[in-house]
């Protein structure tokens, strides 16, 4: 079983949709839960971290939920600039090593 | 300014050669990775520095070398390079922000 499991999609979406991915991971003692994003050909950023109370960042929202071991994130309103792949990403360990999921592959259309 | 960077970008050599990748970051943190994406897309991470010391090492084969001359400086060495060395490497840095990490553009390195 991988570490980190997603929805490898792609998702192909209208402008304006409400779009969800969701992930999970293996390791139960995890520490830190991320979202990256990967445009084609570019080095992953960072799109938020993921706390147990949820949060939201504009159109964006991730939850944890640690029982599940589950991750999720809601895109609300999608742009067509929102095109890219998203990355659940989760850090275990002092060294802070991070685990990342193959992606889900998001394709927003006008 | 570039905060990661890394060179070159594109490397294509043949397979049984040794090549290098550098990596500088400007941004004072101290933990340096690097990461190798295969075809499929799947980002793994293969070393990391603290402070100049080895800290994570995966189970990478051991043609591949890393090397911190200091704090701002980690480099990837590769030697007698395989096919299957194909892929693009990322280096990236350990921000103050708890976990962040910031990636450099990325090398593409083919092997022929």
């Known amino acids: 079983r991988k570490e980190v499991e997603q929805d490898p999609g792609p998702f192909n979406v209208p402008e304006g949709a409400t779009v969800a991915f969701n992930c999970t991971y293996s390791?139960?003692?995890?520490?830190?839960f991320f979202w990256y994003r990967q445009d084609c050909r570019k080095e992953p950023k960072l799109l938020m971290s993921v706390y147990s109370s949820g949060n939201e960042d504009g159109r964006f929202t991730a939850q944890l939920n640690r029982a599940s071991q589950y991750i999720s994130l809601l895109i609300r309103d999608s742009k067509l600039s929102d095109s890219a792949t998203y990355l659940c990403?989760?850090?275990?360990?002092?060294?802070?090593?991070?685990?990342f999921g193959a992606g889900t592959r998001l394709a927003v259309h006008p | 300014d570039t905060a990661v960077s890394q060179t070159p970008k594109y490397l294509v050599t043949q397979m049984g050669n040794d090549k290098s990748i550098k990596c500088e970051q400007n941004?004072?943190?101290?933990?340096m990775y690097w990461y190798k994406q295969d075809s499929k897309k799947f980002l793994k991470i293969m070393f990391s520095y603290n402070n100049k010391e080895l800290i994570i090492n995966e189970t990478v084969p051991n043609r591949f070398s890393p090397k911190s001359p200091d704090k701002a400086h980690l480099n990837l060495h590769i030697n007698s390079l395989e096919l299957g060395d194909s892929a693009v490497y990322f280096c990236?840095?350990?921000?103050?922000?708890?976990?962040?990490?910031?990636f450099g553009p990325g090398t593409r390195l083919t092997v022929t």
């Open positions: 990403v989760v850090s275990s360990g002092g060294y802070n090593k991070l685990i």
């Open positions: 390791n139960s003692a995890s520490q830190s």
């Open positions: 990236a840095t350990r921000g103050q922000v708890p976990h962040e990490q910031y």
């Open positions: 941004l004072g943190h101290d933990t």
